[in-house]
């Protein structure tokens, strides 16, 4: 058996799964190699007592037993990141996570601290052949992330 080898304890009471999760944590991009994808096996010792296992999703079907419920999480991942240009010119990566409001998007940055509250970056349009300029119009205390306002009309850009 593929096993990764790791089991935890688990506390199943549902309150105890109310989290932030660190946007960083998440993946943006699929396993290169796909039979590699790992899956939590979630095993029910007690009422509210249980454990879990790291394993590989290949071998979904050694788990499995009439009656089980898969959950299955069919997220799409937006293609979000972008190299944006800094007023001196170096370059900054970009990732889009979510809209805020009407053209303003929280924005995680790498490197964050190149990113200030009111400066312009540019992003490249190949679409028009030019530079399009966005401002940084604040930063989201919680994630450490730049609200960065883009263009009403960025879907044409």
Not at 10 to 15: A, F, K, R
Not at 21 to 46: F, W, Y
Not at 68 to 75: K, M, R, S, W
Request: proline fraction near 3%; hydrophobic fraction near 40%.
């Amino acid at each position: 058996m593929d096993s990764i080898d790791k089991q935890y304890e688990l506390d199943l009471q549902l309150n105890s799964y109310d989290y932030k999760l660190d946007p960083s944590l998440i993946a943006n991009t699929p396993k290169r190699i796909r039979h590699e994808s790992r899956m939590m096996v979630v095993r029910q010792v007690g009422h509210d007592i249980g454990y879990y296992e790291d394993k590989l999703t290949k071998n979904i079907i050694d788990e499995l037993n009439n009656g089980d419920l898969i959950i299955v999480n069919d997220t799409k991942v937006m293609k979000a990141r972008l190299n944006v240009q800094l007023s001196n010119g170096s370059l900054v990566e970009i990732l889009i996570l979510e809209l805020v409001n009407d053209s303003v998007w929280l924005c995680l940055g790498k490197p964050a601290k190149k990113l200030k509250l009111n400066d312009y970056v540019k992003i490249f349009s190949k679409r028009i052949n030019k530079n399009i300029e966005l401002k940084i119009v604040g930063i989201d205390e919680e994630t450490g992330g730049r609200l960065i306002q883009f263009p009403d009309n960025i879907n044409n850009l």
